[in-house]
């Protein structure tokens, strides 16, 4: 029974009628969410994340499968799931622009029920907590992009949801203003133990930075799932490291090196790497290990034969890597066929 | 939040609602709703040119026209009347009507269909918020009116007046919360029919003239239109006399305007209903691309 989940779907569609045909935005899409776990669905425009948020939020039916959030269903128990959730989207331009920022988020609070005492305790609250102090009393029509993504942010937060949906909520944002909403994204994390984070996002350091687990979504359908650390993993079977020694090893060479046990390949990378001996004060060495472990006896190796390891770094393929391995192409060729404008 | 309580410690306690408590979360957005119209008229004075000046012009120029031609003095209240009146329409068809369209586009509209309230609640607050707006509006086109052209009233029972208004109010305001949900399901076509239709509502509905002198036309019109039934009725009140007598008596008016207020509101609800299901089925309402 997925009751204890925050967020279950199993065999989510949604179609929705448009000429000259119907345009599947998703397409089976089975999740599970534990509660007090940030997850993140990473995918290019039309991929199906916002349709699949607007499901679960409770303003789309599925064309068929089912939903359910805290354990209730989104088609039919819409009342009880508004009660433990909020929304905030990128570039949301949400309220009125002649109320100022405080009595915005006050607004907002009675919309979702809070007794005006604690309404207002909330609104100073979040006004601390998101950064806002300052423009408490301005009017929200003068304030910043960056700024009223944060007001939209707090507002996200007036009711404690149980379950928060950020949809694409660093979209059009500056670098400062995006690392202070992912800032205050994380404070909520430690603040709020038990609390669930669905994130859509087609920023890989947001997902990353963000997320515990994420799933990777195109045209419908999730292709993977998993940490980010296991999504990598599908793409890459080996363990690379790039490691620096002082010298080769006096004895064998680099042959000594990659004929080691778990040792796949190694490959050297330095300036010298044609070995007529010009500018090698340091070698440079790419390695392909069968896994981590194997890396301890190609250090002792090398100490057994006079060399020093002055670098080490391990080489890790990025999400996006992953993607284009998943997809077949990257996030800026992403296919901007009929899901596009379904997002 | 949990209205005093200890906070709730599962999501399942979190949406755990007694009747109560969903009672005073409406009725907390229903304020949360009418705060930014009330506060709107402190914030924007330009209305105090746009709203009250420049349709002050028409009344005028029936003043004028009455004046001329010789009619009875009571004529001039009633155009001042029908002007203080003429506002609470405007304001339903061009605000209330038009509101869920706007705020659709702003994404106001998805954050009211996910946050924990009845749409009826957010259409209350919009009412009770045009209604204190438009009020003060209609008030500063009775003394304007009243001191440039010398009008005198005849109020033999205030409270019933006040009684006549408030019950106006509410058909006038329920088809305003009808007109929100259809506006928004026709788009641009409903500010089409609403141009098209606002000088016949003009004309039949009494702003200018006592409907009586529209004969059988008028009978069916009383059946209608809540400006025209609460227009008939409140000239009664205010100038009694034979110039102002009107198609029914103020009793029986009083009685069809209650029953309009119940047919409208009840329509709303289910118009807001229809919406919010053609909404989740078909997305068109709450997508801003759509």
Not at chain 2, 168 to 177: I, K, R
């Amino acid at each position: 029974m997925p009751d204890e989940l925050a967020i279950h779907a199993r065999g989510v569609t949604r179609v929705y009628k448009a000429k000259p045909h119907p345009v599947t935005a998703l397409d089976g899409v089975d999740l599970d969410v534990e509660p007090g776990e940030y997850f993140g669905l990473l995918g290019p425009n039309g991929a199906g994340k916002t349709t699949l948020i607007k499901i679960l939020t409770t303003l789309l039916l599925p064309t068929s499968g089912t939903a359910r959030i805290a354990g209730f269903d989104v088609v039919h128990e819409t009342a009880k799931i508004r009660r433990v959730i909020n929304m905030v989207a990128g570039g949301e331009q949400s309220g009125y622009g002649l109320l100022t920022v405080r009595e915005q988020l006050w607004m907002f609070s009675q919309f979702y029920g809070l007794p005006q005492r604690d309404g207002w305790r909330k609104v100073d609250e979040l006004i601390e907590v998101t950064g806002l102090a300052e423009q408490r009393d301005q009017k929200v029509r003068t304030l910043s992009t960056g700024q009223r993504q944060k007001l939209n942010f707090a507002r996200g937060l007036l009711n404690d949801p149980w379950v928060l949906f950020l949809d694409e909520p660093t979209l059009g944002l500056d670098v400062a203003a995006a690392r202070d909403l992912r800032e205050h994204t994380l404070s909520w994390k430690a603040g709020a133990p038990g609390r669930t984070l669905l994130l859509t996002t087609h920023y890989m350091v947001e997902a990353e930075q963000l997320c515990d687990r994420i799933a990777i979504v195109d045209r419908g359908r999730i292709l993977a799932l998993g940490t980010p650390a296991e999504l990598r993993r599908r793409v890459q079977a080996e363990s690379i490291f790039r490691i620096e020694l002082d010298r080769l090893p006096e004895v064998g060479g680099l042959e000594t090196i990659a004929g080691l046990p778990g040792v796949l390949s190694a490959v050297r990378t330095d300036d010298d790497a044609d070995g007529d001996g010009a500018g090698a004060d340091r070698v440079a060495l790419k390695l392909a290990l069968a896994d981590d472990s194997a890396l301890t006896s190609v250090v002792t190796a090398v100490a057994d034969r006079g060399s020093h390891l002055v670098g080490l770094a391990k080489s890790e393929p990025s999400l996006e890597d992953v993607f284009v391995e998943l997809v077949g192409r990257g996030f800026g060729d992403s296919d901007e066929g009929d899901g596009t404008a379904l997002s | 939040m949990t209205d005093g309580a200890r906070p709730p410690r599962t999501p399942r306690e979190a949406a755990n609602w007694s009747r109560d408590r969903v009672i005073r979360a409406n009725l907390r957005a229903v304020v949360g709703r009418a705060y930014p119209r009330i506060i709107g008229l402190t914030r924007e004075p330009s209305w105090i040119f746009f709203e009250i000046l420049l349709p002050f012009l028409a009344v005028s120029a029936f003043v004028f026209v009455y004046r001329a031609l010789g009619a009875p003095e009571e004529f001039v209240g009633f155009v001042v009347v029908g002007g203080a009146m003429t506002a609470f329409w405007l304001n339903v068809v061009w605000m209330m009507a038009a509101q869920f369209y706007w705020e659709k586009d702003q994404g106001n509209l998805e954050l009211y269909f996910t946050a924990p309230m009845h749409l009826m609640s957010v259409l209350a607050g919009m009412a009770i918020g045009g209604l204190v707006m438009t009020s003060s509006r209609a008030l500063a086109v009775i003394v304007i009116g009243s001191v440039l052209y010398g009008v005198s009233y005849r109020i033999e029972d205030p409270l019933l007046l006040v009684g006549v208004f408030l019950l106006t109010m509410v058909p006038l305001y329920g088809l305003g919360m009808l007109f929100a949900s259809l506006f928004l399901l026709w788009g641009r076509e409903a500010f089409h029919l609403a141009q098209l239709l606002q000088e016949p509502i003009y004309f039949l509905g009494g702003v200018n003239f006592p409907i009586r002198h529209l004969g059988l036309v008028a009978g069916l019109v009383v059946a209608t239109l809540p400006l025209a039934v609460g227009l008939d009725a409140m000239r009664q009140l205010i100038f009694p006399g034979e110039a102002s007598e009107g198609v029914l008596p103020v009793g029986t008016e009083m009685l069809i305007l209650a029953a309009m207020g119940v047919a409208f509101l009840l329509a709303a609800r289910l118009a807001l209903g229809y919406l919010e299901t053609l909404a989740r089925r078909e997305g068109r309402l709450t997508l801003r691309w759509q």
